[in-house]
């Protein structure tokens, strides 16, 4: 099946986007050079053809692969199999998360698979709080883009509390994943973000850029004027 994945991936490669793509992603693995809607068409095959049980085996055959694409396919291919998420999922996953060293795989992992599974297991909460801790900012990242299902659901609390510890942080992944998700949240509960980007108005530049996208009634006007 590997092998098969693989002559497929090769099929589809192009030399000049994966040098283009490599340079803009930033990822350390190789690249095929593959687009994201034709692995995407890859991974609904697996998932019609494999148990969440048998892809597990698939999976990581995937993920230690060395190759961008085929991690990528690992984790959109896992994706679809959201109804039979659980805590074996998040386990399974665990171990790996150390591997993801691109902000796309990061938002994929986060946003599709960990922040489903924290809806149905609240207890996740205490995982992404450690992870919110982490030296390593992609796993801070993770933290707070997982918060992005519940942010949907109209749960902002735990999108908040992040914010506050990441608002100081330097890594700009981090400002650009706060921003992001406190403009989510300020669809949800515009007044409760306002609040918390009036008291921290001096963020860093990309946070504040992304957060205030919406511009909560003049705060872009503010700052300006503060600064």
């Known amino acids: ?17 994966a040098e283009d793509i490599k340079k803009y992603i930033k990822s350390p693995y190789e690249f095929y050079g593959v687009r994201v809607p034709e692995i995407r068409i890859l991974a609904k095959r697996l998932y019609e053809e494999h ?9 990581n055959r995937l993920w230690k692969s060395g190759y961008h694409e085929e991690m990528s ?36 992992i986060s946003a599709s698979i960990i922040g489903k599974i924290l809806l149905k297991y609240p207890e996740l ?25 519940r942010i949907k659901q109209g749960d902002i609390r ?11 942080d330097k890594e700009p992944y981090i400002q650009k994943a706060t921003g992001w998700m ?8 515009p007044e409760i973000v306002r609040r918390f980007v009036l008291k921290n108005i001096n963020m860093y530049p990309i946070a504040f850029s992304y957060a205030t ?11 300006k004027l503060r600064s």
């Open 51 to 59: 148990s969440l049980k048998e892809f597990y085996k698939i999976f």
């Open 125 to 149: 909460e205490k995982q992404l709080l450690k992870l919110s801790k982490s030296r390593d900012f992609w796993l801070r990242r993770i933290a707070i883009v997982s918060t992005l299902p």
């Open 73 to 108: 396919l690992a984790l959109y291919t896992l994706q679809l199999y959201e109804k039979d998420f659980d805590l074996k999922t998040w386990k399974f996953l665990k171990p790996k998360l150390g591997n993801i060293k691109s902000w796309d795989q990061i938002d994929a």
């Open 213 to 223: 996208e919406r511009d909560l009634k003049g705060l872009r006007k503010l700052r």
């Open 182 to 189: 406190l403009r989510e949240a300020g669809k949800q509960k």
């Open 158 to 168: 735990l999108t908040m509390e992040l914010a506050e510890k990441y608002v100081k």
């Open 1 to 17: 099946m590997t092998y098969t994945l693989k002559r497929q991936l090769r099929k589809l490669s192009d030399k000049h986007f």
